[in-house]
């Protein structure tokens, strides 16, 4: 007998497939979002990091309706312990105007506590190793927690990011994690987010005003200068050409994928 895992795998991928192709339809972001809900079945996980992207996304599911409708939109941000004070008050100032839970993950305390320990309270900025060490523990392992037996991952990432995100599509499979990734505003340019905002008084980061375009915990995020790229500010001390995370690993690797 075949194993049925691979059908499903399939069965999963085409229907990414034709979800992205769905949301490459439409340019209004509210329409995409009812889309996400329609056809993700499930509990559908947002994880924000209060950032422009997430911002406007999260205005849009709030416009949309679709928790009221009956959807399952689980909205969280990851408390790695080392967020700028601002973060948080933006936190409580989106739940106040669009009366949305966000829910804030913590990482292990005593992984955080035993990680200290052994690299140092900056020892993040020693190697690269430590750095990722440092946000595998912060934060990659507190997001695949949060996003255990989800159906759907909401992101805000966009292909103007990095060289490493220019092909990030609208929905794709993601089969590490089983579930499907959407990234809703992947198309849209910084000129489209920024108007967006403007035209619907969507509350920021008061960072951003301050040059900070990519905001991460406080110990690793600087602002910018004008021209640079906006992950320039994000460990800045590294050389590297793909400064990420975990969260957003071969984002290239995972665009549309042609069914079978």
Known sequence: MRNPLPLRWNASSKAALT??????????LVSRIKQVAAQIEGRIAFSTSLGLEDQVILH???????????????????????LFPEVLETVELSELRYRIRIRLVAPDAQEVEELVSRDGVYGFRQSVENRKSC???RKVRPLN?????????????????????AEVPLAAWDAERGLTKVNPVADWSTDTLMTYIAANNIPVNPLHARGFVSIGCAPCT???????????????WENEDKKECGLHVNENAKVKEKAA
């Open 145 to 165: 927690k949060a996003l255990e037996g989800a159906q759907g991952w909401i992101t805000g990432l966009r292909r103007e990011h990095s060289d490493a995100r």
């Open 19 to 28: 979800l992205d192709e769905m949301l490459g339809q439409t340019d209004d």
């Open 135 to 137: 946000c595998e523990i």
């Open 60 to 82: 849009a599911i709030a416009k949309s309706g679709v928790i009221k409708s009956g959807a399952e939109i689980d909205v969280f941000t990851l408390d790695t312990g080392r």
């Open 222 to 236: 600087r602002a910018i200068q004008p021209g640079e790229n906006p992950r320039a500010g994000r460990w800045w």
